[in-house]
């Protein structure tokens, strides 16, 4: 009797592309996926994959992403439409869905946003539709610095004391893009001077002080000292003083992730969920990043 040969069943390509790995940080959010090309299309059952891991860890770290800037855009586009910023100085050339987020100077002109980021804040949520999730990819990284932390605020809600619970609750809050911007102005060379039809764009929008993720049903504050002007129907005094014991409470160490990056990477963060703060390197480290930014939902 001959000996019979035995084929073995090789997964197939689509099959085998889906075993990517996503490891959760130990800071109790955030995770990290590993085994994935987000420069090709994912297929349907990858994608919804990551996106359930994008709502359950709030910030996914894509790790050694060699994408083209139109890789970039095509895989943010399939959460929903993008936003273009309204500092059209900063975007890439040919891209105006990408913001080039850098601090190097090109003939003493910057060719990015050099200090963005400076005050923690949740992305766009000066306007009435703000982001559902930004993605930043890193193009050139310094060799020291130039971490970014993100703070989890479904954490920073559910540890909030009563009291506080108390005083916000039912309230809103404004939000406004000019909150810091005479401020960083006047401490850098990155801000330029808004036309009309910049202004135009950036109004005061006013927000729920806590809003319900309209996705997972889950609740966060979602206040912040980069955009948060005050909250309506509180005196003057009484709203600058309940709006930095948020502040202070949202970035307890305890609901931070700080990631540092690698080359190559790119991270995909919920800002319904969080808000995110720059770290910022020595002036004459060159870092250089690519922004897109997903538009969301109006708060409830």
């Given at each position: 009797m001959s000996p019979r040969t035995i084929a073995l069943r090789q997964p197939r390509p689509e099959?085998?592309?889906?075993?990517?790995?996503?490891?959760p940080f130990p800071e109790g959010f955030g995770a990290e996926i590993l085994g994935l090309d987000l420069g090709r299309e994912l297929d349907p059952a990858e994608f919804t994959r990551v996106r359930r891991a994008h709502l359950d860890h709030h910030v996914l770290v894509f790790r050694g992403q060699r994408i083209t800037p139109q890789q970039h855009i095509d895989f943010s586009r399939r959460f929903g439409n993008l936003m273009v910023h309204v500092l059209h100085q900063f975007h890439l050339p040919g891209h105006p869905e990408i913001l080039t987020v850098s601090n190097i100077l090109d003939e003493g002109r910057p060719i990015g946003?050099?200090?963005?980021?400076?005050?923690?804040?949740?992305?766009?949520?000066?306007?009435?539709i703000p982001s559902l999730g930004s993605l930043l990819h890193a193009q050139e990284l310094p060799a020291q610095g130039g971490d970014t932390l993100f703070a989890d605020m479904?954490?920073?809600?559910?540890?909030l004391p009563v009291r506080l619970r108390k005083i916000i609750a039912g309230r809103r809050a404004v939000h406004s893009y000019l909150a810091k911007y005479e401020d960083l102005q006047k401490e850098g060379k990155w801000r330029p001077?808004?036309?009309?039809?910049?202004l135009a764009q950036v109004g005061e929008v006013?927000?729920?002080?806590v809003r319900t993720h309209p996705e997972t049903g889950r609740r966060a504050l979602f206040v912040s000292e980069g955009f948060t002007t005050h909250i309506e129907g509180l005196p003057e005094a009484e709203s600058?003083?309940?709006l930095q014991e948020l502040f202070d409470h949202s970035t307890r160490p305890e609901h931070i992730y700080r990631h540092r990056w690698r080359d190559h990477d790119l991270v995909f963060w919920d800002n319904r969920s969080v808000i995110h703060l720059a770290a910022g390197c020595p002036a004459h480290l060159r870092r250089k990043l690519y922004r897109t930014t997903v538009e969301g939902d109006e708060p409830f």
């Open positions: 099959a085998a592309a889906r075993n990517f790995t996503v490891r946003l050099g200090d963005a980021g400076k005050y923690w804040h949740s992305d766009i949520s000066y306007k009435k479904h954490r920073a809600w559910d540890t001077v808004l036309s009309a039809q910049q006013s927000h729920p002080v600058r003083q309940v």
